[in-house]
């Protein structure tokens, strides 16, 4: 049974207002897919990019549109562009804290991509960065910008599943071994917890806190299990049970070499919601929907959300916010990321899971 529509054709700022000129640092896949985010956008413009070499960050500029002027052959140029007010940063997470950072100095707003840092500590000093030279910062969970997710929070605090208990999220995939591929190397924090995982976590702790009427709630209690490759030492396939102070408990579950379906389930008191594709939500726009089983019921309810694509919407959302003088981005604020990235830090020593850059502090030095 059709519930209804919930259409997400809003307009996020003035059209008075000036288009957010963005810069994109790095240009492997995931670069790509935000730039045409971008371009889809109703308030931003790709303007420039940079790269390691000055050959792929032309060969970027020329499939995305950039002016050939602001096609940049170091990171560092990228940053001295006049013309970028905000960067998105689509390396390896390894390197984040370098380039938020030198971001944050050169005064760009800076989307980064998930996870933010490798661990909580690196988590912080970006934070502080990002205060200090007054720049918003926003970790890259592109669903937490769509309209679906709002529904799903809406739903919650409107008591549609009545008193919420439990929480299973998923968000996992199988890949050959490879011990030269970032999601299986020890240097480059691989496994699935810190790709994937992030995602379940993050959705967790968005549940619980919209259950107890906050934007998020950090777990009192986290235990886990996980498989880890014998060869490079990350997790192949792990899962974490959090406990929050409201008696939500979440299941959650990632992987790097295991498929696994990849849903959320949230069971209340009153009915419990399917949410079938809760990450990667129509990439290009169109219908998502949500499941919603009401207790004595004689059918499930489904909900369907007509949204914008999904990096457009991740675009506008960041450019909304730097354009109203936000210190953060309410859809993902930087105590949210803290949180989440703390909650991974558990779930890591919980499996026995240590990275060698950890354990060496082979991280970039933090600036004066």
């Given at each position: ?7 997400a ?31 889809a ?89 990002a ?15 769509h309209?679906?997710t709002a529904?799903?929070?809406e ?9 919420v ?23 480059a924090a691989g ?40 060869e ?6 792990a899962?974490?049970?959090?406990t929050?102070?409201n ?51 004689p ?9 914008a694509?999904l ?18 981005v ?39």
């Open positions: 049974m059709r519930r209804g529509q919930s259409r054709f809003f307009t996020l700022m003035s059209p008075a207002v000036s288009p957010l000129r963005w810069g994109i640092l790095s240009t492997g896949r995931i670069a790509g897919v935000f730039a045409r985010g971008v371009a956008s109703q308030n931003g413009r790709l303007v420039a990019v940079g790269s390691r070499s000055l050959s792929s960050a032309q060969a970027f500029a020329a499939t995305h549109g950039i002016d050939t002027t602001h096609a940049h052959g170091s990171y560092e140029a990228l940053l001295a562009d006049p013309e970028v007010e905000a960067v998105y940063i689509a390396t390896p997470h390894p390197q984040h804290l370098e380039w938020v950072i030198k971001a944050a100095a050169a005064g760009k707003h800076i989307l980064c991509e998930k996870p933010m840092g490798v661990n909580h500590a690196e988590g912080q000093a970006m934070v502080q960065a205060r200090r030279h007054g720049v918003v910062l926003m970790e890259a969970f592109m669903y937490r910008c309209p679906q529904k799903i929070v739903l919650i605090r409107s008591g549609a599943l009545g008193t208990g439990l929480v299973q999220a998923t968000f996992s995939f199988k890949t050959d071994y490879n011990p030269t591929s970032r999601l299986w190397a020890n240097d496994g699935g917890i810190m790709d994937v995982g992030c995602y379940a976590v993050s959705m967790a702790r968005l549940v619980a806190g919209a259950a107890a009427g906050q934007s998020f709630l950090d777990p009192v209690a986290v235990t886990g299990a996980g498989v880890l490759h014998p490079s030492g990350v997790d192949a396939y899962a974490a049970t959090l929050f102070s008696n939500v408990i979440a299941q959650v579950s990632s992987g790097v070499g295991l498929n696994q379906e990849n849903v959320v389930r949230i069971y209340g008191s009153a009915g419990w919601l399917l949410v079938p594709s809760p990450w990667v939500i129509n990439r290009e726009g169109g219908n998502s929907k949500l499941i919603l089983h009401k207790e004595g019921a059918a499930s309810e489904e909900i369907v959300i007509d949204a694509p990096y457009s919407l991740e675009a506008d959302t960041f450019a909304a916010a730097v354009r109203a003088g936000l210190r953060d309410p859809q993902m604020s930087t105590e949210d990321t803290l949180g989440n990235l703390a909650t991974l830090d558990r779930w890591r020593a919980a499996i026995g899971l240590v990275y060698e850059l950890e354990k060496n502090g082979t991280t970039p030095p933090l600036p004066k």
